[in-house]
């Protein structure tokens, strides 16, 4: 009886070539990753991220004209300054967020606004911004609740990663990421594109002018963008990429800018069991500062 065996063909032409210039990132360059961006960011990359660091900072490498990640790596470690720094933190952060993400939140969002008369001088900081959906959704509540009086509420909109930054800036988005935006407000704060721009949305340009962006790397020892208490901190989704120290590092930052009294959201993953000294439970994982 004949045994079947699988033909292995060397790849032709242009796509060996490829193959053979494809950077390998080494098991020692992973680990080098892992503590160059905890390090940077606090971000915990586990084991089961290589691919994915792989495949993003190739990119870099390729854009660069290095050959090897040992390379790229020696040039960070050779200069805290490099502006390529920035880029490794882009290509090694995940932002996943969506317009009225956690509906429930933005509903006791309401409530507290309208429950408060000083509320038109708050101070809200969305501290992981990504592309600006949770920003604009923050403004447009505050609008819906204050009209008028919403323009002397002072809305921040944060993140490590500039790339996300420079898209929440513009304020354009596909059709697809409005989906889940009641009617309303779709035509009370969107603009639908004409021609090229057909498929795509702008958030009305007077809301836009209610939100500052910024980057805060929320691991690093000094937020020199926070100088005022802030009323309200969403820090949503955020917590489960650092590690346990990272987190409570930040949590006590957190504590620190909040007023007494001001209310801290967090993604529905996350809880505050270790904190509870400085934070109350106020709702589903929205908590008071004592």
């Known amino acids: 009886m004949r045994t079947s065996r699988s033909l ?14 494809l950077p390998v990132l080494q098991p020692h360059d992973f680990a080098r990753v892992q503590a160059m961006i905890h390090a940077r960011a606090g971000i915990h990359l586990h084991d089961g991220k290589r691919a994915m660091v792989h495949n993003r900072l190739a990119r870099r490498l390729k854009a660069l004209g290095l050959a090897q990640f040992d390379a790229y790596l020696d040039r960070l470690q050779a200069d805290a300054h490099d502006a390529e720094w920035q880029a ?9 967020t969506a317009f009225l993400r956690e509906p429930h939140h933005f509903a006791l969002l309401r409530e507290l606004l309208a429950g ?15 592309s600006g959906e949770e920003v604009y959704s923050i403004a447009m509540t505050v609008d819906q609740v204050l009209g008028a009086r919403a323009d002397s509420v002072r809305i921040l909109g944060s993140d ?34 004409k021609g090229a721009q057909q498929g795509r949305v702008r958030i009305q340009p007077w809301l836009v002018e209610r939100v500052r962006f910024c980057t805060v790397n929320l691991a690093s020892p000094r937020w020199e963008a926070i100088a005022q208490p802030q ?6 989704n955020v917590l489960i ?13 957190l504590a620190q800018v909040l007023r007494p009294g ?24 929205v908590y008071v500062r004592r």
């Open 8 to 21: 292995q063909v060397p790849p032709l032409g242009d796509e060996a070539a490829g193959a053979a210039q």
């Open 88 to 96: 490794f933190t882009d290509a090694l952060t995940t932002n996943l």
């Open 116 to 130: 408060d008369a000083s509320a038109p001088s708050w101070r809200i900081w969305s501290c992981a911004a990504a």
């Open 160 to 193: 490590v990663n500039s790339q996300v930054l420079a898209v929440a800036r513009r304020a354009e988005y596909a059709m697809a990421r409005v989906r889940d935006v009641p009617v309303d407000m779709l035509k009370t704060y969107f603009q639908r594109g």
């Open 231 to 236: 009323d309200v901190v969403f820090c949503r």
């Open 241 to 253: 990429y650092f590690d346990a120290d990272t987190q409570d590092r930040v949590v006590r930052r």
């Open 262 to 285: 001001g209310f801290l959201f967090m993604g529905h993953a996350e809880h505050l069991s270790r904190h509870l000294d400085v934070f109350e439970p106020f709702a589903r994982t």
